[in-house]
């Protein structure tokens, strides 16, 4: 385990209350991190994440922005440069299309720009994916987007540990983070370390190791890969489970490792299938030395080439779930591709 | 006995130092983007560049009683905006020619210019763009109890981005320290504020915020510095944002691919007969602040500043090309 615990206690806790418990523990310790966002009050967010933190550390640090995306990064973004070092929850990750240029111009430039003469200390909160019947504008995954800006760093934990030791670390550092939480995973429970602790940024984890296959899973893709290479167990092939937990910086090293192992690589993600996290992955095996250990090509699993769509059966078959992502590993194991 | 003081209110109130600075300043502004107009000319420089000569009233009489605590927000045309927070044009021209001596270390150029360090948070490339991290800045100010202000300045092309619209409501609705200062020089590129802006006065544009708006004649220092300074107290009194509309004009175009074809040459001449920086020493000298001789002695020193800067950007060492993604992140 990559933490560094300064108790090793462990509770039981939702995904949502481990964040909660990582905001709370950081505006304890340092007077600096505010919190920003609509409806993060009194109302808890849209997904009751922030819940009470308004009546713990009050309204000046909890603070219900209007509904002005890119005004509303900006002024994180602007707090930042100047000592605040403030978390930005976006309601739905999508709106954060109306703060692209805060993000992508500003937040993730101003270092560079400036020759390192400024930092942007700021933490944006992306609640992503499809699952809950909002349709096309409430469901992306837009991770891919931002994993193409350099200065950003972009991360996707998958577990209530990593929620809360992800975000701590996305606290400590010193460059804009976004951190993309699947809305299906709040409510997800896990065991999670008491007090404060750090998840580094840019280590995948090895979920479950195997010996045929390599698996690489982002956010709750990697929990449909691990009941995945549960069943294909039972069939005899050994499946390796990789949580990337952070898609820039990407841990190009455990992927590697992974593939001159299985000589077999299955790459699964939520986003839209062509020019994302798959075809990034990809190409990294493609141009390392793990190449010469490919027995099979590799395969990308994504999201359809659609919008989210709001029937409930179109929407599940746009995304990779257990079955597809059994059926491609068959193939795979089988050399079927 | 009371005595009305008739005298313009930046000679009134500020000492015959800070006047002098101040005079100082915008022949710097004029002579650096004079040199570094000549040095693009000359080859040295590569890229495009937004020059505020006609302008330099707006940007240094707003700054006049800033602090290095205080914070400013620029824009691309923002030049000026450095000079009078006090930057100093050596670097700035090092930054000009891409070199490593620059406030960017040759990384932002013309369009990026800042120093953190003394409240400059940058000029930026997009157009609105620093009016949302003005705002920041000023909550930052708030929240951790200081009595900074922050300046943003922008043009009057961004007062039709969501940005200003956004940034103006939450400065209000926060009472936060920040004075808007729209520099309205006309055109936004090429098309005039009449065809692009539904408001007869962009300063009208404060009433749906609830904060006082007042336009001045931005080529008038003492115009400038007046409104700025009630804008400044009532910001720092904790009353919150205000707007202040200059307006002024660029004598020259928009950048370097301007051909001029939508403004007329009479125009651009009836601007320049209103030089702000002649009415300004011609009003200093009037009021015995400075004489002839003194004045000449300034403008000669801008000039030199200007040469030595020039020659000490000349000869400054470019960046290592190895170096192309160092400040993309945090140096461990």
């Given at each position: ?129 499809s699952g809950t019947g909002a349709a096309?504008?409430h469901s ?168 989210i769509p709001y029937n409930p059966?179109l929407e599940r ?21 | ?332």
């Amino acid at each position: 385990m990559d933490v560094t615990a300064q108790e090793t206690s462990t509770r039981t806790l939702s995904y949502s209350e481990a964040i909660r418990e990582a905001m709370a523990l950081a505006m304890e310790a340092d007077p600096t991190v505010i919190l920003m966002g609509e409806d993060i009050g009194v109302y808890g967010g849209a997904f009751q994440v922030t819940l009470d933190l308004v009546d713990r550390f009050g309204p000046d640090r909890v603070m219900d922005t209007p509904i002005s995306e890119l005004g509303g990064a900006g002024v994180a973004v602007g707090a930042a440069l100047t000592g605040l070092k403030p978390i930005f929850e976006f309601q739905f990750s999508d709106f954060a299309t109306l703060a692209m240029e805060q993000i992508v111009n500003q937040a993730a430039k101003l270092r560079y720009m400036l020759g390192g003469e400024a930092s942007v200390p700021v933490v944006f909160r992306m609640p992503a994916g499809s699952g809950t019947g909002a349709a096309a504008q409430h469901s992306q995954s837009l991770e891919a987007w931002f994993g193409h800006v350099p200065g950003l760093k972009v991360i996707q934990p998958s577990t209530p540990e990593d929620a809360k030791g992800m975000l701590l670390a996305a606290l400590a550092d010193p460059d804009p983070v976004l951190v993309f939480e699947h809305k299906l995973l709040y409510k997800m429970k896990g065991e999670v370390p008491a007090g404060y602790y750090t998840t580094p940024i840019g280590k995948a984890a090895v979920r479950r190791a195997g010996s045929d296959l390599t698996i690489v899973a982002a956010s709750i893709m990697v929990h449909r890969a691990l009941e995945a290479a549960e069943q294909l167990a039972g069939e005899g092939v050994s499946a390796e489970v990789i949580d990337l937990r952070s898609i820039r910086p990407i841990d190009h090293e455990t992927i590697v490792a992974s593939v001159r192992k299985t000589g077999r690589l299955l790459i699964v993600y939520e986003g839209v299938k062509s020019y994302g996290i798959g075809a990034e992955i990809s190409a990294m095996v493609a141009e390392s030395d793990a190449f010469d250990f490919l027995d099979a090509p590799i395969l990308r699993l994504g999201g359809a080439e659609a919008p989210i769509p709001y029937n409930p059966d179109l929407e599940r078959a746009a995304v990779p779930q257990v079955d597809t992502i059994l059926a491609a590993a068959r193939r795979l194991a089988r050399r079927e591709v | 006995m009371s005595t009305t003081d008739n005298r313009p209110f930046a000679i009134r109130t500020y000492s015959p130092a800070q006047l002098k600075q101040a005079l100082k300043r915008m022949y710097l502004v004029r002579r650096f983007e004079e040199g570094a107009e000549q040095s693009y000319m000359r080859g040295l420089i590569h890229g495009t560049m937004h020059l505020s000569i006609g302008q330099e009233a707006s940007a240094v009489a707003s700054c006049i009683e800033l602090t290095d605590a205080d914070k400013i927000t620029s824009n691309h045309r923002g030049h000026g905006h450095c000079i009078a927070k006090g930057a100093d044009v050596a670097r700035m021209f090092a930054e000009f020619f891409g070199k490593e001596t620059g406030y960017c270390h040759g990384r932002g150029g013309s369009m990026h210019i800042a120093d953190v360090q003394t409240g400059n948070l940058g000029a930026n490339g997009i157009v609105g763009g620093g009016l949302p991290i003005a705002v920041g800045a000023a909550l930052s100010a708030k929240r951790l109890g200081r009595k900074d202000v922050t300046l943003c300045f922008f043009g009057d092309g961004a007062n039709n981005e969501g940005a200003f619209h956004e940034a103006l409501n939450m400065a209000a609705i926060w009472t936060l320290p920040v004075v808007f200062i729209c520099e309205n020089n006309k055109y936004g590129m090429s098309t005039s504020v009449e065809r692009s802006t539904a408001v007869r006065r962009i300063s009208e544009r404060a009433a749906a915020y609830s904060m006082p708006g007042v336009t001045v004649d931005g080529n008038d220092f003492s115009a400038v510095a007046e409104a700025v300074h009630h804008a400044i107290a009532r910001a720092r009194a904790g009353e919150g944002p205000s707007l202040v509309e200059n307006l002024t004009y660029r004598w020259r175009g928009h950048s370097k691919s301007d051909r001029n074809r939508y403004r007329t040459k009479e125009e651009i001449e009836a601007w320049m007969a209103r030089d702000p920086i002649a009415r300004f020493q011609a009003e200093l000298i009037a009021h015995g602040v400075l004489d002839e001789a003194e004045a000449i002695a300034i403008a000669e020193a801008a000039v030199s500043d200007v040469e030595q800067g020039i020659e000490f950007a000349r000869g400054s060492a470019a960046p290592a090309i190895g170096e192309v993604t160092r400040y993309v992140y945090a140096e461990a």
